[in-house]
């Protein structure tokens, strides 16, 4: 059984970092293709930034250059360093691991509980 549990979120001013961690078990972190998705009040669920088994890694434009995907292999745990907070990254952050041989998306992907990250001005 795949088990996501986030943490790290918080309330920051505009400016500030945060760093998530999502710590995997039933699933192996370094073999499968991970990311995070974040979801804003009124808004759909929308992909941040994913890695995948060979270390590629992928961001929407709207953190590139601010955020950081990582992950630990000995911790089995996922992390996602966020650098530079605007009030626009305001929303429940998810980890999602993908199923199979596929990466997460918002139709399939094993998911966490969700962290709320909340940034002020």
């Known amino acids: 059984q795949v088990q996501l549990v986030e943490s790290g979120g918080g309330s920051v001013q505009a400016g500030g970092s945060l760093r998530l961690s999502c710590a995997a078990s039933?699933?192996?972190?370094?073999?499968?293709?991970m990311g995070w998705f974040r979801q804003a009040p009124g808004k759909e669920r929308e992909g941040v930034t994913t890695?995948?088994?060979?270390?590629?890694?992928w961001y929407a434009d709207s953190v590139k250059g601010r955020f950081t995907i990582s992950r630990d292999n000995n911790k089995n745990t996922l992390y996602l360093q966020m650098n530079s907070l605007k009030p626009e990254d305001t929303a429940m952050y998810y980890c999602?691991?993908?199923?199979?041989?596929?990466?997460?998306?918002?139709?399939?992907?094993?998911w966490g509980q969700g962290t709320q990250v909340t940034v002020s001005l």
């Open positions: 039933g699933y192996s972190v370094s073999n499968g293709c």
């Open positions: 890695i995948y088994a060979n270390d590629y890694t």
């Open positions: 999602a691991a993908g199923r199979r041989f596929y990466c997460p998306n918002t139709d399939s992907a094993y």
